[in-house]
């Protein structure tokens, strides 16, 4: 089962072409960018691809969020475009998820707190326990409101909002076992999240959680292995 994995939900452009039978990923471009996804996502893809037929393809898996609500409608077109034309399934994957599941297919013995700075004292956020079990579903919350969450005993954060987490992790709890400032999914594991994914439950739709900062005027005034 060949997977075409397609990231563009925070600051980079990822793709990545996987085959989730022989758990094997045979190609991956991935480049840090806080703007530019239109432009990049395709030529990437077709990098990706080099030269290999779309019709090649069983699936498609795009990160659908929380992030940019611009890079979000970039993967999201391209993911729903790609599988119309080839009439392939479409997969959505949550960006918290993909960031945690390398933790937790490492080690999911202790909870994992997948965050993500969404500025303003503000984070999205969601927690996992034994075997992937949610803790906590995502959600944009305050910082200190989330440490007050999260600090309930061994726990390892990842993600750009852990490190902002930690900062104001409360002095008497035990320190974070892990800060993993990683900021971008891993588009391998976001392929082989969507490999054992539910398509009836994995539809590609947008996860915002909160409303976009910029607002139009109105009248007068974002599996283990």
């Not at 840090?32 to 779309?54: D, I, K, S, T």
């Not at 034309?85 to 479409?90: C, H, I, L, Q, S």
């Not at 997969?91 to 707190?113: M, R």
């Amino acid at each position: 089962m060949l997977i075409l994995a397609i990231d563009t939900a925070l600051e980079a452009c990822s793709v990545a072409l996987y085959d989730a039978a022989e758990e094997e990923t045979l190609a991956l471009e991935s480049r840090p960018m806080a703007r530019g996804h239109a432009e990049a996502l395709v030529p990437m893809v077709g990098r990706v691809m080099a030269g290999r037929e779309f019709s090649t393809i069983d699936a498609f898996a795009v990160t659908v969020g929380p992030g940019s609500f611009t890079g979000l409608r970039v993967g999201l077109a391209a993911a729903r475009g790609f599988g119309l034309a080839t009439g392939r399934p479409v997969l959505g994957i949550s960006t918290l998820i993909t960031l945690a599941a390398p933790l937790l297919a490492a080690d999911d013995a202790v909870p994992v707190v997948a965050a993500i700075d969404a500025r303003h004292d503000n984070v999205y956020m969601q927690m996992f326990g034994a075997s992937g079990r949610v803790l906590m579903g995502a959600r944009a919350i305050g910082v200190r409101e989330a440490v007050r969450a999260v600090a309930i005993g061994p726990v390892r954060m990842v993600g750009s909002g852990a490190g902002v987490l930690a900062a104001h992790w409360p002095s008497g709890e035990a320190a974070p076992l892990l800060v993993d400032a990683t900021a971008i999914p891993d588009p391998t594991w976001l392929a082989r999240l969507a490999a054992v994914a539910d398509p009836a439950r994995s539809k590609p739709r947008p996860l915002y959680l909160r409303g976009p900062d910029a607002r139009p005027q109105d009248a007068a005034r974002i599996a283990r292995r």
